[in-house]
């Protein structure tokens, strides 16, 4: 059940991302674009980057846009590999004790692909329990709202940006 999960939008095209681009299962991550006719227009390299990703942003004026990089803390059926993102920028002290992951990831679109910014990550504070997040939009220069889609109850949150 893994598949293009991330659907970013811009005003000329349609980006789709994998949910599962770490290295031991998608030796070659790729982002598919689409015109705005759903046609196939190119595939552009994507980074490494381990756990899920569930949704992202809009593109901005730069390219820029965000994902949500998740990881149920009960879910085995992932083989995680060393993870780039934690490795440059650190794990944060929840995620340190946990299996789960929860943050978000600012990305570019380039000429030679899609990579990771020098933004650093947004982590959030984990919880007992792993937050199925799995909606994710820019609001501006203020932040995100992020949602949930864990029954019986809906998550809505805010996440101050910068922080």
Do not use: C
């Amino acid at each position: 059940n893994k598949t293009d999960e991330a659907l970013i939008g811009s005003a000329d095209a349609l980006l789709t991302i994998h949910e599962v681009n770490g290295s031991n299962h998608n030796p070659n991550p790729q982002a598919h674009q689409f015109g705005l006719d759903l046609h196939l227009k190119t595939k552009h390299a994507f980074p490494p980057i381990e756990y899920r990703i569930t949704d992202g942003t809009e593109l901005d004026d730069a390219r820029r846009f965000w994902i949500m990089s998740y990881q149920w803390s009960g879910d085995v059926s992932l083989q995680i590999g060393e993870d780039p993102v934690f490795r440059r920028f650190g794990t944060g002290k929840s995620h340190a004790l946990s299996n789960g992951i929860e943050r978000l990831i600012e990305l570019q679109l380039t000429g030679a692909g899609i990579i990771t910014t020098e933004s650093l990550p947004v982590i959030f504070e984990l919880g007992p329990a792993s937050r199925n997040w799995e909606g994710l939009v820019r609001l501006g220069t203020r932040g995100f709202l992020v949602v949930t889609d864990q029954p019986p109850t809906t998550i809505l949150g805010f996440v101050p940006y910068p922080p």
